[in-house]
């Protein structure tokens, strides 16, 4: 009796371990499933928080920097930039058809990285958490193409550490452009270039008192583009109007698309009969590329002068 007695404990003991031991790995494997789906929680919760963007490209055809703007648009912090990844497709002036992938290395500090490497010259607004890219702030974007740009037809692709992406062509201006305007003369009156030419295909400044003259910092502008509305056709066959800026408080005026001292600016309006009048988008000079002066000009065949009246001159700049 008692030995069938301690045989059962026995069993029912052994079937308690058992039971035991099951269950503390039951118990570890639910904190490990719990451990793993907050993760996944927090990473998923990461991501809907990051939201970037790319403005203000800025490349130069010849030359192997390609420099933007990052914008963190999210809530979430950006600051893992050795996980980034950072592509750029363009047509390089030896190779053709290129793709450069890019490697994080550090500050810029004023000098440019190596090739294959980007760097960050500056965050804005850079006060709280230096160096980390928090919500609302901007990182400008340096980078080093292996050869030179043949073009501006280059395509720029970052993704942040935890797979948020943005992309922009560097030819599309859209919603990535940053652009700025000059209103010469509004469309709320209409003005009357009196006697406008002094001599055929001399140049005439809009204004013999210098009213209508101003100066723009266009360090970040790439392009430029005129706007006019003539009310009239007073103005002859060779009638044009452009633009022209000054970087020696106008000592010399140059065309804002040539950059040649005295000259006319390459594409221009046409002022001899009543339209709506927009030039193609067109580079800037390169050394118009600053704080300048600026002014419209206008040429005509000067027998007298002639005078035609504008509803609105306006000059349009985007980077």
Not at 14 to 24: I, Q, Y
Request: glycine content about 10%.
């Amino acid at each position: 009796m008692g030995l069938s007695v301690a045989i059962a404990g026995g069993i029912v003991l052994s079937v308690l371990m058992l039971v035991l031991m099951t269950m503390a790995g039951f118990v570890g494997n639910m904190f490990t499933i719990g451990d793993v789906s907050k993760q996944v929680s927090d990473h998923d919760n990461a991501i809907s928080k990051t939201d970037i963007s790319i403005s203000r490209v800025e490349a130069l055809v010849g030359s192997s920097l390609l420099n933007f703007t990052l914008n963190n648009d999210g809530s979430e912090k950006l600051w893992n930039y050795d996980d980034f990844n950072l592509f750029i497709e363009y047509n390089g002036d030896t190779s053709g058809k290129l793709v450069n992938e890019f490697s994080y290395s550090g500050d810029c500090l004023g000098i440019a990285p190596s090739v294959g490497n980007w760097c960050i010259e500056s965050i804005t607004g850079d006060f709280m958490d230096p160096g980390l890219l928090n919500s609302g702030e901007r990182a400008y974007i340096w980078t080093q193409l292996s050869e030179n740009l043949l073009d501006k037809n280059a395509f720029i692709s970052i993704a942040t550490d935890n797979g948020e992406t943005a992309s922009v062509p560097t030819t599309t201006c859209g919603n990535f452009c940053y652009q700025m305007i000059w209103n010469v003369v509004t469309s709320s009156f209409t003005l009357n270039w009196n006697n406008m030419g002094s001599g055929a295909g001399i140049v005439d400044e809009l204004d013999d008192n210098s009213f209508y003259r101003t100066t723009l910092d266009l360090i970040d502008m790439k392009e430029w583009r005129l706007i006019s509305i003539q009310a009239d056709g007073d103005g002859t066959a060779i009638c044009e109007l452009g633009v022209q800026y000054s970087t020696d408080n106008f000592a010399t005026w140059r065309g804002l698309d040539n950059g040649i001292a005295g000259s006319f600016s390459t594409v221009s309006n046409q002022c001899d009969v009543a339209s709506h009048d927009v030039t193609p988008w067109t580079s800037l000079n390169a050394t118009a590329q600053a704080d300048v002066w600026l002014r419209v000009v206008g040429i005509d065949n000067g027998a007298g002068g002639t005078d035609p009246d504008f509803g609105l001159i306006q000059v349009q700049f985007r980077s």
